[in-house]
């Protein structure tokens, strides 16, 4: 993988150079395209002058061996011409998308390892189009950008080169229509396109995202009445993006038009110098014809470069969007200097560890800092103020907290700010002993696992979809995993069990068997500590409560092995949920209300002491009984 470098504060800080330079293109493949290029587009050129001289001369009806070389000659340019464009394009293209792939590489990467608090407030959408069309844009400019630019420029140097052998004044006047066509008319066609880019790429993010929030949950915005108002911003968002299309393709049509007229300048031009230097002897009538007709071919290349021009531009704006986003999940600077922190004692892969020698699975004393500590904890998102201040909280192994309180009271932000991928806006938050915001997010995840309520269950086989959390999980170690989260009897019905394909979205899954395998998903983790959020959404309230009590009791935490499962090593669990019937199984409850902890405890110290809680779970339960 291609490593960036620190960059210097210098014209390296372009971020087309430094998206280019992170496609980690081969410049000996890179050389090979524009001399394949020059040589494809050096034949027509050739051809150009050879069919010149050929008609010119054949005219004057000299012997006929005298044309035989010339004539096999435009037969070799002609084919030449098509089987060096072919093998331009196979190299130049193979180059980009190797490319491509490698920035794609690159980013994965780095999103997957890097900080994440700004990128948790990204939308799912604009994201998908920085990985996506962005990245596709920063290789076009391969293709679309720098080579035509090259070869252009080999070209019409060779050419005026040739032509200003013959005839200097000529050379000269066709440099200058070369220049309007290949300098002037692409500045014309990129300024004016610039604005019209910048407008497409806004118009394009926001219908990405628009796409992708009606096609995620298109049944619950119809039920909401949000559905006509997401198509009518989609249709907007379309519309916005055709007319800045069109914005673009009339400045376009203006510099083609300048590049037509640079053609036809070069050629009255080279007529109005060749006629009288042939009158002069300066020039046979042959060469005439030669100096007439074969800048013709010369502005095959320069025809090209307006739209290059275009595709540096848009190049440059997708660059700066990923290079952006490299540098959000990258700053270069950690938040605490790595070394002032400890080392991470070496937390074992847990799906492996069955029966362990660990402390606490053998009854031994847990280290003091073992499991997440939270002291005085203040969470929050960046540039607003906290929502949860306050907070104390110690998650050992096999301990269990369930988290409750109103919505948007920022349960989901803690829970991110406990996995590290929110900065604490003021105390501290340590996972076995190491502070968690110094940590990289590869080390936090071997501490803590968090299963966000909207987690993602992918178009590929169940084995696959609990690797998402350990790359190395066995298919034996699968079974077991799904087995603890309660899906046995599941995974024996599926025709070909861990290797069986579910459908988009597990859309072919019930949503308790969603549920249960997101947490199979993070039984497989290496993690000790695990965070879940809202496990029970949508489900009806007897499976709810089942899972939240499995997750807050039982296998979740490390239990005496069952005859269908093995027992995993001890996991300390932290739960947000909206239910209190199941928190009789949590080992304490942190009511948060108002950005603080109201109240906390036991289920049962909490009924005894606290009448709102009482009062919560008794209008639960009469909710329940009216709905069952
Ligand atoms: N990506 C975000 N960027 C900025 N603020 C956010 C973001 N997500 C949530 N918030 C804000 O943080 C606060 C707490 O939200 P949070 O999602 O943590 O609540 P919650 O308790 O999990 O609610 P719920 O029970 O509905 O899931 C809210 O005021 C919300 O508007
Ligand atoms: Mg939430």
């Known amino acids: 993988m291609t490593a960036t470098t620190a960059p210097p504060r210098t014209r390296r800080d372009d971020p087309l150079r430094r998206a280019v330079g992170l496609l980690g293109l081969s410049p000996r493949t890179l050389a090979l395209s524009v001399l394949l290029g020059v040589l494809a587009l050096g034949s027509a050129v050739a051809l150009a002058a050879v ?36 093998a331009e394009r196979l190299t130049s293209h193979d180059l980009a998308l190797r490319g491509m792939a490698q920035l794609r590489e690159t980013l994965y990467a780095r999103l997957a390892t890097g900080r994440t608090e700004s990128l948790v407030g990204l939308r799912r959408g604009d994201l998908l189009a920085r990985v996506g069309a962005d990245v596709d844009a920063v290789g076009d400019v391969v293709v679309r950008g720098l080579l035509p630019v090259a070869v252009a420029a080999v070209l019409g140097l060779g050419t005026v080169l040739a032509i200003g052998a013959f005839l200097p ?31 497409a790429a806004r118009s394009r993010a926001d219908m990405t995202s628009t796409a992708l929030s009606v096609l995620d949950d298109p049944g619950q915005l119809a039920v909401s009445g949000q559905l006509t108002g997401q198509l009518d911003l989609l249709r907007d968002a379309d519309r916005r993006l055709a007319a800045a299309t069109d914005t673009g393709a009339r400045p376009a049509a203006v510099s083609a038009a300048l590049g037509t007229l640079a053609v036809g300048a070069a050629v009255v031009a080279a007529l109005a110098l060749g006629i009288p230097a042939m009158s002069r002897g300066a020039l046979t009538p042959v060469e005439l014809a030669v100096v007439v007709l074969t800048p013709l071919a010369a502005f095959e290349a320069t025809s090209l470069l307006p739209a290059a021009a275009v595709q540096v531009l848009r190049s440059r704006l997708a660059a700066e969007r990923v290079i952006a986003l490299l540098d959000a999940v990258d700053p270069g600077v950690p938040a605490v200097p790595r070394d002032a922190v400890a080392p991470l004692p070496a937390v074992r892969d847990a799906a492996t560890d069955a029966g362990s020698a660990d402390p606490a699975d053998s009854g031994g004393v847990l280290p003091d800092h073992s499991g997440l500590v939270a002291r005085d904890l203040a969470c929050g ?32 932000t803690l829970l991110l700010t406990l996995a590290g991928l929110l900065p604490p806006r003021s105390g501290s938050l340590t996972a076995d002993g190491a502070t968690v915001a110094s940590l990289d997010s590869e080390q936090v995840a071997r501490s803590v696992v968090l299963t966000a309520e909207d987690a993602h269950v992918f178009e590929t086989t169940v084995l ?18 799904l087995r603890r989260a309660g899906l046995g009897a599941w995974l024996d019905a599926l025709p070909q069990g861990v290797d069986t394909l579910l459908g988009p979205d597990a859309l072919n899954v019930s949503g308790g068997e969603r549920r249960r395998l997101l947490l199979a998903r993070v039984l497989v983790s290496p993690a000790k ?19 939240v ?73 009469q909710g329940s009984v009216a709905t069952s």
């Open 529 to 547: 500590i695990l965070l879940v959020d809202e496990p029970a959404e949508h489900l009806d309230t007897d499976t709810a409560d089942a899972l």
């Open 464 to 481: 696959e979809n609990l690797r998402v959390a350990n790359g190395a999980t066995t298919a034996d170690e699968a079974r077991t995993a």
């Open 169 to 199: 004044a000529a050379g000269l006047s066709l440099a200058v229509c070369l220049a309007v066509a290949g300098v002037v008319a692409p500045a014309l066609a990129a300024r004016a396109a610039r604005r019209s880019e910048e407008l």
């Open 51 to 86: 069919s010149a001289w050929l008609i010119a001369r054949a005219s004057q009806m000299p012997p006929v061996l005298q044309l035989s070389i010339a004539t096999v000659a435009v037969r070799a340019f002609g084919i030449g011409r098509g089987v060096f464009r072919y």
């Open 549 to 621: 009590r499995d997750l807050l009791s039982g296998s979740f935490r490390g239990e005496p092995p069952t005859p269908a499962a093995s027992a995993g090593p001890l996991r300390g669990v932290v739960v947000v949920t909206h239910r209190l019937t199941p928190l009789d199984a949590a080992d304490e409850v942190i009511v948060i209300s108002d950005g603080f902890v109201q109240a906390r405890g036991t289920h049962a110290e909490l009924l005894r002491r606290d009448t709102g809680y009482r009062d919560s779970l008794w209008r639960e339960n």
């Open 381 to 412: 998102w960046p540039g607003r103020p906290p929502v949860v201040s306050g907070l104390d909280l110690t998650v050992r192994p096999g301990r269990s907290v369930a988290v409750v309180g109103p919505s948007g009271t920022g349960k989901t």
